[in-house]
DNA sequence: TGGCATATTTAGAATAATTCCAATTAGGAC
DNA sequence: GTCCTAATTGGAATTATTCTAAATATGCCA
């Protein structure tokens, strides 16, 4: 029997089998596992080239596949900053980007508990908003 | 040294011959009114087209270097959604965006008075903050 | 006013992120 | 294993945008 295996039956304890309703792959799990291991919000061809570490044989058209299927499935986040290519990000947590424009690292920033975006704006009453985007740009403090 | 009166270009009225330190030539002033006219928050090729309208021979390349220059001298902002082509926006009060998936038509959101977004947000002390964009997607109520 | 330097416009080519395609390979059910 | 479908792959296609190089317009100054 001469079959490469291409993983799905959970060998290394990493993820099991199906994540979400996706069946994990062996290229599913290591874009997953790059976006885990680096949250610097890569883009998909940082992704690709960090996979390539892991698995040498994976393709560029592969891993727009699986950051796709990610992100369909919730597991990651699609992040656009004005036409740049996008970004990706494995933080659940409901947060915002903040673009250091001296480091150019981008920052996950959470609401202060409690907050409500909406109150803020002026919503026609009875608005339903399914999905909130914000992105600031801006320089940190000097650390000392 | 720049004069009050730039020497008698200006022959339609409509604008100076100079407005934000931008020269108006006749395609930048065609372009600039179709975007004070319809706040529609057009893409690109919708600005040529309607641009078309009022100049026949002007090119979309052209179109593009007049958005361009608009935005850079601050009389227009440039949006975008996600991987969405661009789109363009004469409105130059404080404003973000709401998407209504329902008849994608893009509404321009004020804040309430005394908003100050960064209250709402866990930035470290003395971040400065210098741009901030703002995407809702939603639906609005009813209307009756 | 005419000459000259510079800015702008233009058509078309180039770019680059992303998507599509068609062929191969893999996974899971039986 | 067989069969069916899903996933992967390399390469071609797409498309918004940018670039290039030539033509044109504009502003300035003698
Ligand atoms: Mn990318
Ligand atoms: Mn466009
Ligand atoms: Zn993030
Ligand atoms: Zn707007």
Known sequence: ?????QGGE????EFPAVVGGLRMTKQRRAVYQVLLDDRDHPTAN??????????????????YNC???LVEHGLVNQVNFDREPSRFCSN????????DEKTGVIHDITFKPGAK????????KGTEVTEVEL??????????
Do not use: N, W, Y
């Open 117 to 124: 975006l909406e109150d803020l704006l002026e919503l026609p």
């Open 135 to 144: 992105t600031i740009r801006g320089m940190l403090p000097k650390q000392k």
């Open 1 to 5: 029997m001469v079959s490469r295996d």
């Open 92 to 99: 659940l947590k409901e947060h915002v980007h903040f673009h």
């Open 10 to 13: 959970h060998t290394d304890g």
């Open 67 to 69: 950051l796709e299927a």
């Open 46 to 63: 940082d992704v690709f080239r960090r996979a390539q570490d892991r698995m040498l044989s994976i393709s560029l058209a592969t891993v």
